[in-house]
């Protein structure tokens, strides 16, 4: 199947010189759950703009549903939903009205139980009559994700979608991420909270500097990328690394309580068992050992600072 959303070499350069998105092709497969990992300025928004018809490209080609985005843009655009990084809403508008009409805008007919289930799921029915303006941060950001349902999109991009929001949205929204993905919508998200793509993509994209530097499947990335750490408690408290232990990458807690012994997962042997042997040669005795994979967090901080570095 070909994928739902293409790019081939599409890149901007702003008006003042920024290049803000290098050559990129990207292949997003329909019903699949992609992450764009990337600091502030990696051009996120610069992409989904595009790909959106917000921002024209530079070079380069995007199709979504097989619509290039240019010259077929309504019909790429009207299988797209987008969640903006920015609240732009009209300040007056009722709720209803603001979702009914996103939903007309793109030429759907009148589905008033559609827009009742979105909203209920949102918890924004009882708020359907209040204007926009008389809306908390949080529940405006409820009413961009229901009109960007609206219209039964199969493209679903969350910019950014629970930055600076709280704990339930952050749930609501989890949720209905798991709801989408079972209609076999399709779903693009930027963050730069890790947790987020750990917990829900299936593929993870790294972007730093408009360049893509990695994409790849989420499981097999914390596998491949991912050192453990082996955690090990002292019975008794030291001061300081034996000397005997400094050939092993070994960090002391502040408490002198445990010590961290850093392994790659991919390498020949852990060097455990011989670290354990000398660590009773020196006299150390172990309350309890645990192990503990890194996380998306780590490696991709890893990832970025390697490539400012
Ligand atoms: N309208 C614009 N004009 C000029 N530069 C821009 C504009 N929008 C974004 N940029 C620049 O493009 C780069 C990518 O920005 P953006 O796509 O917003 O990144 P992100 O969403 O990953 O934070 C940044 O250097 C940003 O300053
Ligand atoms: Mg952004």
């Known amino acids: 199947m070909p994928a739902i959303v293409e790019t081939r070499g599409l890149t901007k350069v702003y008006g003042d010189g920024t290049e ?48 290039d985005i240019i010259t077929r843009y309504r019909d790429a655009r009207a299988l797209i939903g987008l969640v903006p990084q920015e609240i732009a809403l009209e300040p007056f508008q009722k709720v209803w009205d603001a979702v009914r009409f996103t939903r007309g805008l793109f030429g759907q007919g009148r589905d008033d139980a559609h827009l009742e289930d979105v909203l209920r799921k949102l918890s924004l029915w009882d ?37 600076g ?35 829900i993509a299936d593929r993870v994209g790294v972007i730093n500097h408009g360049e893509l530097l990695l994409l790849e499947d989420k499981q097999a990335l914390m596998t491949r990328l991912g050192r453990k750490t082996l955690r090990i408690e002292l ?8 000397g005997g232990l400094s050939g092993y990458d070994l960090e002391l807690a502040e408490d002198g309580r445990s010590l961290s012994y850093h392994y790659d997962t991919q ?43």
């Open 165 to 199: 929001v709280d704990v339930d949205l952050r749930r609501d929204m989890w949720n209905m991420v798991a709801d989408l993905r079972r209609d076999g919508v399709t779903i693009i998200l930027t963050t730069h909270y890790i947790e987020e793509a750990e917990a």
């Open 267 to 309: 390498g020949e042997g852990t060097g455990i068992t011989a670290l354990l042997q000398d660590l009773s040669r020196e006299g150390l005795a172990l309350r309890d050992i645990h192990t503990r994979q890194s996380s998306l967090e780590e490696i991709f901080v890893d990832l970025v600072k390697g490539e400012d570095a």
């Open 127 to 163: 708020k359907r009559r209040s204007k926009v303006n008389e809306l908390s941060g949080g529940m405006k950001r409820r009413v961009l994700i229901a009109k960007a349902l609206s219209h039964n999109p199969r493209v679903l991009f969350l910019d950014e979608p629970t930055a």
């Open 235 to 242: 019975r008794r408290p030291v001061e300081a690394v034996p």
């Open 20 to 67: 803000a998105l290098k050559p990129l092709d990207l292949d997003i497969e329909e019903g699949e759950i992609l992450a764009l990992l990337g600091p502030n300025g990696a051009g996120k928004t610069t992409l989904i703009s595009m790909l959106c018809g917000l921002v024209s490209p530079s070079s380069g080609q995007a199709r979504v549903g097989g619509h």
